[in-house]
């Protein structure tokens, strides 16, 4: 699980917002944004959402799934520039091998504490 944090503006100038969907490409070869969902009403997304003092900002925490299928855009919306998307997660990525060596890490260091978990943790993790 991804764990995201985004700040969202909901009124006034620059105002921003999360969507769920996925780019898709027509005839001409253009990528145009396909809205399907909103992050709060998604049941595979764990979300947590909170206002500020005066609530003029919503500070976002999302739990995404590494095998979740639609991609989260930041939408800003602003009279000057009146609808920009910018990328917050996007699917499809394979686990990098420095992703893998830092979950090990932190297996390790969970574990170190329990020589047997230790033992156990070598001996599937040794080629």
């Known amino acids: 699980m991804s764990q995201i944090n985004v700040m969202t503006k909901p009124n006034g ?6 969507e769920v969907g996925a780019f898709e490409t027509d005839q001409f070869g253009r990528k145009r944004w396909m809205k399907q969902d ?3 009403q998604d049941r595979r997304l764990k979300t947590d959402r909170q206002y500020s003092a005066r609530g003029d900002t919503i500070d976002w925490i999302l739990l995404v799934p590494d095998n979740y299928p639609l991609t989260l855009v930041k939408v800003t919306y602003d009279r000057l520039s009146p609808k920009k998307e910018e ?39 040794t080629p």
């Open 38 to 40: 909103v992050p709060h």
């Open 87 to 125: 990328v917050i997660w996007a699917p499809g990525g394979v686990p990098s091998e420095s992703s893998r060596e830092e979950k090990i890490k932190r297996a390790f260091e969970l574990a170190s504490g329990n020589e047997e978990l230790t033992n156990l943790l070598k001996e599937l993790l």
């Open 13 to 18: 100038a620059g105002r921003s917002w999360l």
